[in-house]
Nanobody, 128 residues
Framework: QVQLVESGGGLVQAGGSLRLSCAASGRRFGSRDIAWFRQAPGKERMFVAAIAWTDSNTYYADSVQGRFTISRDSAMNTVYLQMNSLKADDTAVYYC?????????????????????WGQGIQVTVSS
């Protein structure tokens, strides 16, 4: 069992930046793909970004490409989502997710069903 803990959310003005962190409580992530999803009020959860275990390739939703960056630290203990040029449309609860084992196929990392472990979510609010 892996418990994921998000941090770094909050309120920011449009155009500003935030960095979200995702840590595996009490342990390292191990060999897992990690992703960020978000859910705005009244909308379905959507993919934001992912980083693959096997080759560290990164994947982004079109809506955040060029503004958000996903990364992980060298000790593989924390995954980050750097969010720049934030817009009001980025307002949502952001969730960190991890799978049981690396998929080996980047195309799968955009789907919520790929992931077995989810954090509780953290609020990001962008004021316009």
């Amino acid at each position: 069992q892996v418990q994921l803990v998000e941090s770094g959310g909050g309120l920011v003005q449009a155009g500003g930046s935030l960095r979200l962190s995702c840590a595996a409580s009490g342990r390292r992530f191990g060999s897992r793909d990690i992703a960020w999803f978000r859910q705005a009020p009244g909308k379905e959860r959507m993919f934001v970004a992912a980083i693959a275990w096997t080759d560290s390739n990164t994947y982004y939703a079109d809506s955040v490409q060029g503004r958000f960056t996903i990364s992980r630290d060298s000790a593989m203990n924390t995954v980050y989502l750097q969010m720049n040029s934030l817009k009001a449309d980025d307002t949502a609860v952001y969730y960190c997710a991890a799978d049981r084992a690396p998929q080996g196929r980047g195309a799968l990392l955009r789907f919520g069903t790929t992931y077995d472990y989810w954090g509780q979510g953290i609020q990001v609010t962008v004021s316009s």
